[in-house]
T-cell receptor
């Protein structure tokens, strides 16, 4: 079945460092891909998404490009802040039945940014 | 804007006890989901509901039951709790025809002793 593999953490960085979190997927066809973020004590929020090959999703300084050749959707940010400390989840959309979908998630990567 | 609301936020149970986690959404979404989150395993789908009155099993349904009594509410019941059900539970909803985005509640942390 469809699955997502995400780099394991935890990841600890200093402010203004470059962040990259690797994500690869296994799926039939070309599913929509997502990055969700979970801040401490909160639920998951959509960070960005891409719906087709070569699409680039971006939000809050984060970017990810949908690469069908390498079945990857790596998350990057050029200069992280303390407020970016969170757990990041890569996910793909799978069809359950006509007009209904679920998300399959990676294991999550905990990122801590130090001042 | 409430979005997806889950209750309770925290619960401690003894093995064998039962309880129901409540979830309500005020966004008029058709689809609703229950996930559990465990360290190193991400989120796994327990049950989902495509519309009022319909429910289907996800990846890890054993030990759980669900009810979708109306469009707003989707409850998750543990009939006889086990320590393996210690987890954080998330409810989510999705509008019909959207690009797959799910909207999540803040989670319910359950500990089974």
């Amino acid at each position: 079945g469809d699955s997502v593999t995400q780099m394991e953490g935890p990841v600890t960085l200093s402010e203004e460092a470059f962040l990259t979190i690797n994500c690869t997927y296994t799926a039939t066809g070309y599913p929509s891909l997502f990055w969700y973020v979970q801040y401490p004590g909160e639920g998951l929020q959509l960070l960005l998404k891409a719906t087709k090959a070569d699409d680039k999703g971006s939000n809050k300084g984060f970017e990810a490009t949908y690469r069908k050749e390498t079945t990857s959707f790596h998350l990057e940010k050029g200069s992280v802040q303390v407020s970016d400390s969170a757990v990041y989840f890569c996910a793909l959309r799978s069809q359950i039945r006509s007009n209904d979908y679920k998300l399959s998630f990676g294991a999550g990567t905990t990122v801590t940014v130090r001042a | 804007n409430a979005g997806v609301t889950q209750t309770p936020k925290f619960q401690v149970l003894k093995t064998g006890q039962s309880m129901t986690l409540q979830c309500a959404q005020d966004m008029n979404h058709n689809s609703m989901y229950w996930y559990r989150q465990d360290p190193g395993m991400g989120l796994r789908l327990i049950y989902y509901s495509a519309s009022e009155g319909t429910t289907d099993k996800g990846e890890v349904p054993n030990g759980y039951n669900v009810s979708r009594l109306n469009k707003r509410e989707f409850s998750l019941r543990l009939e006889s709790a086990a320590p393996s059900q210690t987890s954080v539970y998330f409810c989510a909803s999705r509008p019909q025809g959207a690009g797959g985005e799910l909207f999540f509640g803040e989670g319910s942390r359950l500990t089974v002793l």
